[in-house]
């Protein structure tokens, strides 16, 4: 298992910038993939930024170029640069982290955060 909380977030106005961070209760070296999703009103959840054990990230079309995701290992923490932020990136923001554990492969979610982006 592993236990995600994070931090951050908050109301910005257009074209603003936020940080969000998730702490992990275990070294991230051992989780299989961490990211961040969203979800906003009316609308399913969906992939914002991901990266792998082994360092490979990817980013949903609609955040490149603005949103990066980087990590922090001696701190197992992920965090998400939010910059040139955009009304319609308003949303909860959750952090996810995919186990492996024996035969299974679990997902594991912070309590979220709400990002609002509005002026």
């Known amino acids: 298992q592993v236990q995600l909380v994070q931090s951050g977030g908050g109301l910005v106005q257009p074209g603003g910038s936020l940080r969000l961070s998730c702490a992990a209760s275990?070294?991230?070296?051992?989780?299989?993939?961490m990211g961040w999703y969203r979800q906003a009103p009316g609308k399913q959840r969906e992939l914002v930024a991901a990266?792998?054990?082994?360092?490979?990230?990817n980013y949903a079309d609609s955040v490149k170029g603005r949103f990066t995701i980087s990590r922090d290992n001696a701190k197992n923490t992920v965090y998400l640069q939010m910059n040139t932020l955009k009304p319609e990136d308003t949303a909860v923001y959750y952090c996810?982290?995919?186990?492996?554990?024996?035969?299974?492969?679990?997902?594991?979610w912070g309590q979220g955060t709400q990002v609002t982006v509005s002026s």
């Open positions: 990266f792998t054990s082994g360092g490979v990230s």
């Open positions: 996810n982290a995919r186990v492996v554990e024996g035969p299974y492969e679990n997902d594991y």
């Open positions: 275990r070294s991230i070296f051992s989780i299989l993939r």
